[in-house]
């Protein structure tokens, strides 16, 4: 669990930095150089420290988890489209949409919930509300084109969550986190050359590098958890991440905060206690 919490922390901390980078460039440029920094982080530490465990059983095993990875990248791609025309209260709809295919799957297929399970997760959904009901007035009226592509954000997400989870069954979370950025970077340049997009220089002075570090310990963190977890609790615990990001602009960008925030985050952190 806490390194669930640590993820959520870094990620809310990568968001308050991805929302002054955007301002600057492209959402892909950005993600193109991240993907470089973070792929080249890993494969350094992995050559370096942990070479024994790149291991792939067979080659049928490799692609799977490519397209794991193919599939996390795709929700990435809806996200930043589907942002572009709406806002926080719709992004939280769809987060919760993704809570419930997990929690459907492990319902249904793995018959995975205790008592103690469902209180935490009713008082993080209970803290989610909350924040949500806050928020409630950003909400406006978006295109049938961007509610797909946060539908399809949704089910990315969810599926590649519990694929994930069955690859760390076998897999060292270091090497699913490389084998992850280096698809999410051959996949963004692609896209960038595509689509004609200007390329963010490697040696450019700006704060990527710093997002690179964080989302990839950010990730690394994530891994563990999820191996120690389930992807319900990893999809539960990734709803404080908008909570903390407000709580971290407040702080950073002095943005107004409101005290349903905090009240949202202190029944959120109650939930996850259970589900520790």
């Known amino acids: 669990m806490g390194y669930l919490i640590t993820s959520m922390l870094l990620l809310a901390l990568n968001n308050v930095i991805w929302k002054y980078m955007v301002s600057h460039s492209n959402p892909l440029a ?18 370096v420290f942990f070479r024994e465990i790149l291991d792939y059983d067979s080659f049928n095993e490799f692609m799977l988890i490519s397209f794991t990875c193919t599939v996390g990248f795709l929700g990435l791609l809806m996200m930043l489209n ?12 769809y987060s919760l ?24 997760v009713g008082l993080v959904l209970s803290g989610f509300f909350l924040f949500y009901l806050n928020r409630r007035h ?6 049938s084109r961007t509610h797909f592509q946060l539908f399809m954000m949704s089910l990315c997400f969810a599926l590649s969550g519990i694929l994930q989870w069955y690859h760390l069954k076998t897999h060292e979370p270091l090497l699913l986190v490389i084998h992850q950025e280096v698809v999410v970077f051959l996949l963004a340049a692609g896209t960038t050359w595509v689509f004609r997009i200007k ?3 490697v040696f450019n002075a700006d704060k ?3 997002m690179a570090i964080i989302i990839f310990l950010a ?12 992807p319900l609790i990893a999809n539960i615990i ?39």
């Not at 150089?33 to 992995?46: D, N, P, Q």
């Not at 990730?219 to 389930?230: A, N, P, R, V, Y």
């Open 30 to 47: 950005i993600m193109v150089k991240r993907a470089l920094l973070t792929s080249s982080i890993g494969i350094f530490i992995l050559a």
């Open 82 to 93: 589907g942002l572009k025309d709406s806002n926080l209260s719709h992004f939280l709809h």
């Open 97 to 120: 949409l993704s809570g419930i295919f997990v929690g459907s799957w492990l319902l249904f297929v793995e018959n995975q919930f205790t008592n103690r399970y469902v209180i935490g």
């Open 138 to 143: 950003d909400s406006a009226t978006i295109s």
């Open 199 to 201: 390329r963010i220089p």
């Open 208 to 210: 990527i590098p710093l």
């Open 219 to 230: 990730l690394l963190c994530g891994m563990l958890g999820l191996k120690e977890t389930d």
């Open 238 to 276: 990734g709803l404080f991440t908008p909570v903390a990001t407000i709580l971290l602009g407040s702080l950073m960008l002095k943005e107004k905060l409101a005290w349903s925030s905090l009240l949202s985050l202190v029944l959120m952190l109650c939930g996850a206690y259970f589900l520790k």
